[in-house]
């Protein structure tokens, strides 16, 4: 089991940056992929960015490609998205989610999730 705490999320205003944080809490899980997916208003959940155990692979959706960065610290057990040039339709609850195995873009391939952060990005 694999329990996720997300934090950092917040309103802002567009071009401001913010960072979200993803605590994972588990004594037995290793070797387990993060990601970070979004939830906008009305919307479908989507893909935002994931990353392997060992950051060899990352993948972003395009939307987000050049603006935000995800990265991890295993020693922390915490995944990070950096979020760069924030635009209003960036504005959602970013929830964070992890598996174990590679790192995938599908939100069926993760089994772990965490309750979410609020982003909002004003005009």
């Known amino acids: 089991q694999v329990q996720l705490v997300e934090s950092g999320g917040g309103l802002v205003q567009a071009g401001d940056s913010l960072r979200l944080s993803c605590a994972a809490s588990?004594?037995?899980?290793?070797?387990?992929?993060m990601a970070w997916f979004r939830q906008a208003p009305g919307k479908e959940r989507e893909f935002v960015a994931a990353?392997?155990?060992?950051?060899?692979?990352?993948y972003y959706a395009d939307s987000v490609k050049g603006r935000f960065t995800i990265s991890r610290d295993n020693t922390k057990k915490t995944s990070y998205l950096q979020m760069n040039s924030l635009r209003p339709d960036d504005t959602g609850i970013y929830y964070c989610?992890?598996?174990?195995?590679?790192?995938?873009?599908?939100?069926?391939?993760?089994?772990?999730w965490g309750q979410g952060t609020q982003v909002t990005v004003s005009a």
């Open positions: 990353i392997s155990w060992s950051a060899d692979k990352i």
């Open positions: 989610a992890a598996r174990v195995g590679p790192a995938v873009t599908a939100i069926r391939g993760y089994d772990f």
């Open positions: 588990t004594r037995v899980v290793t070797n387990y992929a």
